[in-house]
């Protein structure tokens, strides 16, 4: 049984980074498609950007220039590198694991979800 743990989250002044890790324990992401979502207060959940055999594909625009995602050789963790934050970002951020060579913006396509971590920009 697939396991994913997010960690990196936590409190960052506007303009500034984090980096999220999403760690795997029970399997390698070999084949999967691995997606962060985020969640801001009284909004629904969405997609960031995933990476996946396929490539990576962006979800929200908004990051486009600001986030990157990528996975280290050991296929066990995958990182969401977010530069440049602004309040807006602001959200809990989750990694999810579905078990194909592609990407997909729906979270119900998504069958494995880590506890999600804590962003927050703010001055």
């Known amino acids: 049984q697939l396991q994913l743990v997010e960690s990196g989250g936590g409190l960052v002044q506007p303009g500034g980074s984090l980096r999220l890790s999403c760690a795997a324990s029970g399997r390698t992401l070999d084949y999967y498609a691995i997606a962060w979502f985020s969640q801001a207060p009284g909004k629904e959940r969405e997609g960031v950007l995933c990476?996946?055999?396929?490539?990576?594909?962006y979800f929200a625009t908004s990051v486009k220039g600001r986030f990157t995602i990528s996975r280290d050789n050991a296929k066990t963790t995958v990182y969401l590198q977010m530069n440049s934050l602004k309040p807006e970002d602001t959200a809990v951020y989750y990694c999810?694991?579905?078990?194909?060579?592609?990407?997909?913006?729906?979270?119900?396509?998504?069958?494995?979800w880590g506890q999600g971590t804590q962003v927050t920009v703010s001055s």
């Open positions: 990476i996946s055999s396929d490539g990576i594909t």
């Open positions: 999810a694991a579905r078990p194909y060579y592609y990407c997909s913006g729906y979270d119900r396509e998504y069958a494995y």
